[in-house]
């Protein structure tokens, strides 16, 4: 993910306790953000999204925010729980269809 | 649920094969992406396609790896000859144009 910087690349947070990871970019033409959650072993799975007409989105314990003007998105994940350690990555499209990747957190939650 | 499917899931390989892995892009979806990954690090793009039309493919080693589309139900990434180096997880990815995309479970390629 060249394009696209994440932060921190790990977490660690207690059961209950709020998460939260950052994500920066630089097309200014990009116009969709997706968050993926990987368990060891899986594929990459889609947990929420959002668009560039839109600042904030949320679905139960999970919400993201996006600053179009300074160009960084960032995932929320509230009361966290155990089955919420795994691995996330953000991902923008840019204008050319391209869907780049940043480089992932691993999530560990303390129980 | 609709998936996308990749064939195999495991390919051993001695150095200097061939190696085709194959996706089954969810019917319906105009972009196919191929990923490679490495130790659980980040996600490398290869190629992608857009209604079956190759984007961009400057992600991949152009001597050794070709991705084609030869219809809308299938992507193909080939590695020729394989090298150690190569050994990872690659993943397909399809979707449509920014409403949302989809993974496949992935082909862990190891060469020997």
């Known amino acids: 993910g060249e394009n696209v910087e994440q932060h921190p690349s790990t977490l660690s947070v207690q059961e209950g306790d709020s998460a939260v990871i950052k994500c920066t970019y630089s097309?200014?033409?990009?116009?969709?953000f997706p968050w993926y959650k990987q368990e060891l072993g899986k594929g990459p799975q889609l947990i929420i999204d959002?668009?560039?007409?839109?600042g904030e989105k949320k679905d139960q314990r999970i919400a993201v925010t996006l600053n179009k003007t300074a160009k960084h998105f960032s995932l929320h994940i509230t009361e966290t729980q155990p089955e919420d350690s795994a691995v996330y990555f953000c991902?923008?499209?840019?204008?050319?269809?391209?869907?780049?990747f940043g480089a992932g957190t691993t999530v560990t939650v303390r129980a | 649920d609709a998936r996308v499917t990749q064939t195999p899931r495991h390919k051993v390989t001695e150095m200097g094969q061939e190696v085709t892995m194959r996706c089954q892009p969810i019917?319906?979806?105009?972009?196919v992406f191929w990923y490679r990954q490495t130790m659980m690090q980040g996600l490398e793009l290869l190629a992608y396609?857009?209604?079956?039309?190759?984007?961009?493919d400057s992600g991949m080693p152009k001597d050794r790896f070709s991705a084609e589309m030869p219809d809308a139900t299938l992507a193909t990434l080939k590695i020729q000859p394989s090298e150690p180096r190569d050994s990872a997880v690659y993943f397909c990815?399809?979707?449509?144009?920014?409403?949302?995309?989809?993974f496949g479970s992935g082909t862990r390629l190891t060469v020997v």
């Open positions: 396609f857009r209604n079956r039309a190759p984007l961009d």
């Open positions: 991902a923008e499209l840019s204008n050319d269809y391209k869907l780049s």
């Open positions: 990815a399809s979707g449509i144009t920014g409403v949302g995309y989809t």
């Open positions: 097309d200014s033409a990009s116009n969709y």
């Open positions: 019917l319906g979806h105009n972009t």
């Open positions: 959002i668009r560039s007409n839109v």
